[in-house]
């Protein structure tokens, strides 16, 4: 049996990884790579499979963890290159990833036509960065690749093929999301795997807990937060009203809250019809400004049943988990402008999370130099990114056109809507695993010294053969 890392090997994005049973080759999430090559970087070596590092018609079967682009993204790509088999996932995984990937298709498209325009004032793509135009597909190939998915429900065993069995078991993180758990008879040895995915974090809103792994021989495990504890210790309703208080109560002023339409936008949603409904707070105007967080609402209320309980009692009570009064789901680009007209108090909550594109980059524009406004980070930002120089005290905020404003606006922001699990929670899910079975533990998905940090942590905890594999780098196990 062989384990090849393609993806999210010594950085953050882009999962994907190829286990070969007896010539049986199984996919195992098929992300996109949103680390940013710069022109200056050294070139990767080109693949002869072209924008794969693999053959795609030689891939038997695909498993996606969750939907997010980055484990999901380059799908549409597989069908296109000659993928023929099914995908399989749970039940709302299927419903998300359907919107997502729908949106990348719209986004490339988008990006395609920009650079089919040149580079003049108005393009959006800065000029130094490599735009690999084979990756950007269209509609049609997402939906060709819908239908190949193939739903199965949480802990349900399910049969491969006579020497594979597999079981998704709830990680939190997003809604659908799992850990993927694989029994292998290796000529007549029994062996087992577990692909992390993204592992969650406890008491999250409308997420049940990640749930504890069986004992497995082999691990593969994210770091994302692999070297650090979240920072924020008060409930989310707690972290959400006191910064609402200080900006939009106190003072007659608005919050920007950037937030990723799907996962996101749904928690701070039912964290604000909390305050509204339990805790008395004024009837504050807030606009969601995000056609893609809105259809991922109608997606969480359909999986009523598998959210965690306070979700469930709070919908039994008031029959909605994200409608309230005053609240606005913002539907095109011509009303989203117009919120800048707005005069009272408000809340905008709008895509994208790291404020890279989206409409929040123009409500922050409309706002960065006004003194009343509160721009609240609730998530990772990375270098490159407008959010994370706003995070690094950004002074001067250059608009696309070349206009300079005044950063004016207060910077906050809390990790306490972070959907992944930080350096306890990841090491919870390596230690339900005995010692003296677990054979290997492989690192993926993080930032090379988060990496090398959680490596050391698992040693001092008494885990030992933790690799962390380059792209490309095969294991035989």
């Known amino acids: 049996m062989k384990l090849t890392f393609w993806g999210a090997a010594r950085q953050v994005t882009g999962s994907m990884y190829v286990l070969d049973v007896d010539d049986y080759k199984i996919l195992i999430d098929c992300g996109s790579n949103l680390e940013k090559r710069k022109l200056t970087e050294e070139p990767e070596k080109p693949s002869p499979y072209g924008i794969f590092p693999f053959e795609p018609t030689e891939i038997n079967l695909v498993i996606l963890t969750h939907a997010h682009i980055d484990h999901s993204g380059m ?23 359907h919107l997502l990937l729908h949106d990348a298709a719209a986004l490339n498209m988008r990006k395609l036509k920009r650079i089919q325009g040149g580079g003049g004032k108005k393009s959006k793509i800065p000029v130094n960065l490599k735009i690999n135009t084979a990756e950007l597909y269209s509609e049609k190939a997402v939906d060709d690749t819908i239908e190949r998915f193939v739903t199965i ?54 997420l049940i807990d990640p749930q504890p792994v069986p004992k497995v021989d082999y691990i593969v495990c994210e770091t ?48 604000l019809n909390k305050l509204y409904a339990e805790r008395n707070f004024p009837k504050i105007r807030v606009f969601a400004d995000s056609p893609l967080a809105y259809k991922s609402t109608k997606v969480y209320e359909s999986f009523i049943k598998i959210l965690n309980k306070e979700a469930q009692d709070f919908f039994e009570n008031n029959e909605s988990l994200f409608d309230f009064e005053n609240l606005v789901y913002v539907e095109d680009l011509k009303q989203s402008k117009l919120i800048k007209n707005y005069s009272e108090p408000c809340i905008i909550v709008s895509s994208s999370g790291m404020v890279q594109g989206g409409r929040v980059e123009q409500h922050i524009f409309d706002n960065i130099s006004n003194p009343y406004c509160t721009i609240l980070m609730i998530g990772y930002a990375s270098e490159g990114t407008l ?47 005995d010692k003296d079975k677990l054979k290997n533990v492989f690192l993926t998905h993080g930032e090379l010294q988060s990496m090398f940090d959680f490596k050391d942590h698992l040693n001092k905890e008494g885990y030992q053969n933790v690799e962390i594999p380059e792209k490309g780098q095969a294991f035989l196990i």
Do not use: W
């Not at 799908?75 to 995984?93: D, W």
């Not at 210790?233 to 939009?248: F, G, M, N, P, R």
């Not at 706003?390 to 905020?397: A, D, H, I, T």
């Open 75 to 97: 799908l549409p790509n597989l069908i296109r290159e000659g993928y023929e088999g099914q995908i399989l996932c749970t039940s709302p995984t299927f419903q998300l990833s």
């Open 153 to 206: 429900g949480f802990n349900e065993r399910f049969k491969i093929n006579k020497n594979i069995f597999i079981t998704f078991n709830p990680t939190g993180h997003l809604l659908g999301a799992a850990n993927v758990i694989f029994e292998i008879n290796d000529h007549g040895t029994q062996k087992s795997i577990c692909f992390s995915g993204d592992i969650g974090r406890k008491n999250y809103p409308l």
């Open 224 to 271: 994302t937060y692999g070297n650090r504890r979240h920072k924020t210790k008060i409930s989310h309703e707690d972290a959400l009203a006191e910064v609402i208080q200080k900006t939009c109560i106190d003072a007659p002023g608005r919050l920007i809250i950037p937030a990723f339409s799907v996962g996101r936008s749904q928690a701070l949603l039912f964290t």
């Open 387 to 433: 959010g994370h120089e706003l995070l690094n005290g950004m002074k001067v905020l250059k608009t696309k056109s070349g206009k300079e404003l005044s950063v004016q606006a207060t910077i906050e922001s809390i990790d306490i809507f972070s959907g992944h699990g930080d350096l306890d929670d990841l090491t919870d899910f390596v230690k339900y695993q």
